[in-house]
């Protein structure tokens, strides 16, 4: 009894080199089988099959057993158990598959026949140095026995095929046929829904159109009487308004002549003045400096006096020696004393003169004051003035107010006669809009008939393809 475990069944591009013909690259089916054999003894072999899918006659395999995996491991220096061979072989494999579509494959898998019709596998790794062989099996031919085996495989596994196909084909059968019904329903449906579409879309826009016409005439009407109205009424009001504005702008014009002679005379008064106020003051600043200079003077005198009353004293302890100079001192002493009464008397009198200055200047002052009083009721009626001109503005913005509300009124009418256009064009969009799905809906049926047709014909393919199986069978 053998059980039989496929570990490995992929197709993968494998150099054919011939010693009588070109080479060339084929993609070979490798399966690989772990053969499990119960008697008469217990043992495992790993079987290798080689085949081509596009010729049914090449069959090449190799049965290794574990005493043959002894010599071919002391042979090739092989590192690995025969347990984990089988693994090691499918990495070399699948690194081969990995690399298959790179230009400079680093891992390519070499058949190479002989002229006794055998074939050496070579599992070979290319570097920039040379080609190293991981691996080299010798596979056999297969005989008439083991190729009757395998197109026997073949054929069961094709009416396998042939079977899994039939039932599909029956079942699609049968889905598109039920798919054809519905389709068939829907497109009935839908034609129903057109028709009646047609026929509410014909009576709405009849109706909307004469409708919204006779609106949009009697709106248009209204308006043209309406602004007619207005703009008599605005030329009244604007020659109205022009009238009193001149009128009022000539009164102003005359009040500002008026306050502008004024002005010229106030300020001429207040130039004068402040040249009267700068002479005052340059002779204020001269009599305070001779005021200045005669203080200095007293206090020089005093301090000639302090000085002569030191030497007073000192002479009246030199009383009794100096008689005859004291006499002469004396007489100094009354000369200065006379000098020094003049002099208090010159200062009483610069002192009374300077109260004098101060009175006129005091006197000055007042008039000064006066003066910039009298300055500042003129600017507070010039400030009345431009209050005036200020109002007369107010009143010329508000009459532009107004002006601007009856504008807005007049845009207003026009928005309403632009929003009544505007639903008209909305309504012709609706009415295109309709118009497209309409068409849409006429396509939706040349699809649904076209995809009909289409499954009618893979309904009769797969037909015609069910008979030549059939046939093939037989």
């Known amino acids: 009894m053998t059980t039989v475990d496929t570990i490995f069944c992929k197709s993968l591009p494998v150099l054919m080199k011939y010693s009588d013909r070109e080479e060339r690259t084929t993609p070979i089916q490798i399966c690989l089988e772990m053969h499990l054999i119960m008697s008469p003894l217990h043992r495992k ?186 703009q008599q009424r605005y030329e009244r009001e604007k020659r109205e308004l022009e009238q009193a504005h001149v009128k009022i702008v000539k009164q102003l014009e005359a009040r500002l002549h008026e306050l502008e002679s004024i002005n010229k005379e106030l300020t001429d008064r207040k130039y004068k003045s402040e040249s009267t106020i700068r002479e005052l003051k340059s002779c204020l600043g001269s009599l305070e400096e001779e005021h200045h200079r005669t203080k200095q003077e007293t206090q020089a005198l005093r301090k000639e006096n302090t000085a002569l009353d030191c030497n007073n004293h000192e002479q009246d302890k030199q009383l009794g020696q100096l008689r005859t100079r004291v006499a002469v001192l004396e007489q100094e002493v009354k000369d200065k004393e006379q000098v020094l009464t003049k002099s208090s008397d010159l200062l009483g009198a610069e002192q009374g003169q300077k109260r004098k200055f101060e009175e006129e200047l005091e006197h000055k002052q007042h008039q000064i004051s006066k003066m910039e009083s009298s300055i500042k009721s003129m600017s507070a009626e010039l400030i009345k003035g431009n209050e005036i001109i200020k109002k007369l503005q107010g009143e010329i913005k508000t009459y532009h107010g107004k002006l601007k509300l009856r504008n807005q009124i007049t845009t207003e009418q026009d928005k309403l006669l632009s929003e009544k256009e505007e639903q008209l064009v909305k309504l012709r969009r609706e009415m295109d809009g309709t118009k497209e799905e309409l068409r849409q809906r006429d396509n939706e049926k040349n699809t649904l008939t076209k995809s009909l047709e289409s499954t009618m014909l893979k309904l009769e393919e797969s037909k015609q393809l069910l008979k030549t199986n059939e046939n093939a069978q037989f």
Not at 123 to 134: A, D, R, Y
Not at 193 to 206: A, Q, R
């Open 45 to 230: 072999e790993l079987v290798v099959r080689f085949t081509d899918q596009s010729d049914v006659f090449f069959l090449h395999s190799l049965r290794l057993g574990e005493d043959d995996f002894q010599s071919l491991k002391v042979q090739q220096g092989l590192l690995v158990d025969f347990s984990a061979f089988p693994q090691k072989f499918i990495d070399l494999l699948e690194l081969c598959l990995q690399e298959e579509h790179k230009d400079n494959p680093k891992f390519i898998l070499h058949l190479v026949f002989d002229t006794k019709c055998t074939a050496c596998l070579q599992v070979i790794e290319t570097n920039p140095f040379k080609h190293l062989t991981h691996l080299a099996l010798k596979l056999l031919p297969g005989t008439d026995t083991d190729i009757k085996n395998y197109l026997a495989d073949c054929l069961k596994n094709l009416k396998a095929q042939n079977v899994q196909l039939k039932d599909r084909l029956d079942s699609t059968e049968v889905d598109l046929q039920k798919r054809l019904h519905q389709t068939q329903e829907a497109l009935a449906a839908r034609t129903c829904e057109l028709d009646k579409l047609k026929s509410e879309w014909v009576t709405k826009t009849d109706e909307l159109s004469t409708k919204y016409s006779q609106e949009v005439t009697s709106e248009r009407e209204r308006s043209f009487e309406t602004q007619s109205n207005y």
